[in-house]
């Protein structure tokens, strides 16, 4: 049960993370996506380094802050994806270069 618990917290990190890193990026990299990107990067790699060494029995706080920090960003890290992906593409044919890529990785489930 518990475990559903700190997934839930995990996708909601998810949410929350992608537009904290629209923000970050945006305020303090001045729109520079790929320096957010190594914050980003960064963060992921440390969260999920304190998920692998949690002792059993940990905090139910730090599991779940843990679970919310890394899902906002080994979750939430493709929203920014998404939307930087514009931006390292030339001008003309902008639309359908950051469109295509998404539309065939979701094709094979349907």
Do not use: H, K, Q
Request: glycine letters at 14%; a positive charge.
């Amino acid at each position: 049960m518990a475990a559903g618990g700190f997934l839930a917290t995990c996708n909601v990190g998810g949410i929350a993370g992608r537009v904290f890193w629209g923000w970050v990026s945006d305020r303090w990299f001045r729109g520079r996506r790929m320096m957010a990107f190594v914050g980003l990067g960064a963060t992921e790699v440390a969260s999920l380094l304190v998920i692998a060494g949690l002792e059993p029995g940990a905090p139910t706080l730090l599991l779940t802050g843990t679970a919310f920090v890394a899902g906002a960003t080994a979750v939430g890290w493709t929203g920014f994806y998404n939307s930087s992906r514009p931006d390292t593409r030339r001008a003309s044919p902008r639309a359908s270069r950051s469109g295509l890529p998404p539309s065939w990785r979701r094709t094979p489930p349907v």
